[in-house]
């Protein structure tokens, strides 16, 4: 066959396919008549192969992209993403699915905690032997725990207090949502940025206690910090394990290489920080309205005790039942490549 | 950096699709992130009326339905700046309104319109791509071989072009080679020349006008060269003109045979 016989006996298949794409639109298949919408089925896969044919008699470019292009838009419109409903979606998400996938890499969780919590330690003790090394590690706010009359748990609620508390809720918990963000964004240095998010975290929140404790008012410390804190802390974790599981996937491929283990660790990670956003909202809300309340210091960390342990038997106890087989259509995480947490 | 990424379909068959290049990738952002810039605006002057005018003040007590309009406010400019390229990529099938006049688009490696796993992987890392002003998405782009930032590594996805190529500065479409100017088994016959030749002189015909006559001089002869050798002309010595006449007889004569066999099918057609 010729290129000339080729370009003549080929082209009204071209110039349909063409039509009946230029028909849908934006629209999508659904406006096409059961027979055109055959007809699509029975065009596209002859005018993909065209345009492999076209580039083996290296036809002039113009035309050999003119026919890849009508290819590539019919195939497009035939392997279309299916719609799936946001709303079922999110529900199955954190009702089974999230706290299975924390299940699955709780691994990566346990080392962020223990990072934050060596860190924190360390912080705790330096401050407690040296009280003028707070300086290093909290740069500002320095004002809530300055004078050596120390604050009482009612003075420090007074602080809280006088902001408003609906524009606080809501800037905390923005906040708090861009800090795990970007603790799993960071993942992608191999996990070095994470740990340092971490290592920030932890430090600061050590030397703030002991600071405290220092000028004897570790109970209005506690008082303060446990009612949003629990939650909030245990999100961020869950977040540094986000970034670290992204991160470990590119230093230690393992069998995979490293860009498809990227791939395999980013999807995994992804998942686990979006779902720490109730979490946050949570944490803010309790933040905003609880702990400048006025309600006694032992009721608010009674507060940070019980969402902690909700959330925690959230994450280990819910979704353990297996569904009944073929139930359900496939969740958003399932699907990819599936590894667990150990052997990567 | 290559340019085409492969898609194999189900039906085993490559497509090739044109990777967008570094600057219209980064003109689309910078028309993304003005778009943002406008939002913030609009929402900071909300933020200031909310607020009142004494927000300098500290000791000043906003009324409780503006503490709920700002904290409002707050949540909608964190929702905007994490948002906007997740939810416009989706709606767009991959395209943001920047990108979208740029005529690129976001898309899977190797076929497949993203989903939401893609687009809240490589939006999420935006942070550190961003990095002095999407200096690290730069790097990354230049040396990966299919132009990936981190992001799209991370997600498995690359940016095509969906813009039509321009073979010419100023290409007269009406006469650019695509199959509208088909060739036909009968100018070949009767010019006794392959189709390839065949495009190119008429190619060279249509377009002659638009070269500088040195350029004509310098490239008709290689153009002609094995023609003439073949059919026993000379090519040495000729004019600049008699070489075109050359290329318009050819030319013309193909024409005239395409036409007379249109003609010809036209009545076949007809009588039947």
Not at chain 1, 44 to 67: F, S
Not at chain 2, 143 to 155: E, I, N, T, Y
Request: glycine share 10%.
């Amino acid at each position: 066959m010729t290129p000339a016989w080729f370009i003549q006996t080929r082209k009204p298949a071209w110039e349909r396919l063409e039509q009946l794409i230029a028909r849908t639109g934006s629209r999508g298949v659904r406006v096409l008549a059961e027979k055109e919408l055959h007809e699509l089925t029975r065009l596209y896969p002859a005018v993909a192969i065209d345009a492999a044919r076209a580039r083996m008699y290296k036809l002039d470019r113009t035309t050999q992209e003119r026919i890849n292009r009508i290819a590539i838009a019919a195939h497009g419109l035939l392997y279309k993403r299916r719609r799936t409903k946001v709303l079922p979606t999110l529900m199955r998400f954190f009702s089974t699915d999230y706290p299975r996938h924390f299940r699955r890499l709780w691994p990566y969780v346990v080392f962020s905690v223990a990072m934050f919590f060596v860190s924190g330690l360390g912080a705790y003790v330096t401050v407690q032997l040296r009280p003028s090394l707070i300086h290093v590690f909290i740069a500002e706010q320095l004002d809530m725990v300055d004078g050596e009359k120390g604050m009482s748990a009612e003075d420090m609620s007074e602080r809280y207090r006088r902001m408003p508390h609906a524009p606080m809720a809501a800037g905390l918990m923005v906040n708090n949502i861009s800090v795990a963000f970007n603790a799993f964004a960071f993942g992608i240095t191999g996990g070095i940025g994470t740990c340092y998010v971490l290592l920030v975290n932890g430090t600061m929140l050590g030397a703030f206690i002991a600071h405290f404790t220092n000028h004897n008012q570790a109970y209005a410390c506690w008082a303060n910090l446990t009612p949003h804190g629990v939650l909030e802390i245990m999100a961020i974790l869950i977040a540094g394990g986000a970034g670290l599981r992204m991160g470990l996937s590119l230093a230690i491929p393992g069998a995979l290489t490293r860009k498809a283990s990227l791939r395999a660790g980013a999807k995994d990670a992804v998942f686990l920080v979006l779902g720490t956003i109730p979490m946050f909202v949570i944490a803010g809300i309790i933040e905003g309205f609880v702990t400048p309340s006025y309600i006694s210091g032992d009721a608010k960390i009674a507060v940070g005790l019980i969402t902690g342990t909700a959330a925690l038997a959230y994450l280990l106890l819910l979704g353990r039942a297996r569904p009944a087989a073929g139930s359900g259509r496939p969740g958003i995480i399932a699907g990819g490549p599936t590894l667990s947490a150990g052997n990567d | 950096m290559l340019d085409y990424d492969l898609i194999e379909t189900p039906e085993n068959v490559e497509l090739e699709r044109r990777l967008a290049g570094i600057g219209s990738r980064f003109l689309a952002g910078l028309l993304d992130n003005l778009v943002l810039l406008a939002a913030y605006i609009v929402l900071f002057l909300l933020f200031l009326a909310a607020w009142g005018v004494d927000i300098l003040d500290e000791d000043k007590i906003i009324g409780a339905a503006s503490t709920v309009v700002v904290a409002f406010l707050i949540l909608v400019f964190f929702i905007v700046y994490w948002g906007y390229f997740v939810f416009f990529e989706l709606r767009g099938n991959g395209r943001t309104l920047g990108k979208k006049h740029m005529k690129i688009r976001v898309v899977r490696v190797g076929g497949g319109p993203i989903t939401f796993t893609d687009v809240a992987i490589r939006n999420l890392l935006r942070p550190v791509d961003g990095f002095g002003f999407y200096g690290i998405a730069g790097l990354f782009m230049f040396f990966s071989k299919k132009a990936q930032r981190l992001g799209d590594m991370a997600a498995g996805t690359v940016v095509i072009t969906e813009q039509d190529r321009d073979y010419s500065a100023r290409a007269n479409k009406r006469l650019a080679a695509t199959w509208e100017a088909e060739i036909t088994p009968e100018a070949l016959r009767t010019t006794g020349l392959t189709p390839r030749e065949y495009n190119i002189l008429r190619n060279y015909w249509a377009r002659r006008s638009q070269f500088t006559e040195e350029a004509r001089q310098r490239v008709l002869p290689r153009l002609l060269g094995p023609i003439l050798e073949r059919t026993g002309h000379q090519l040495e010595g000729q004019s600049l003109e008699a070489l075109e006449e050359y290329v318009r007889g050819f030319v013309s004569k193909g024409a005239r045979a395409e036409q007379e066999e249109t003609k010809e099918e036209q009545q076949q057609s007809d009588q039947q």
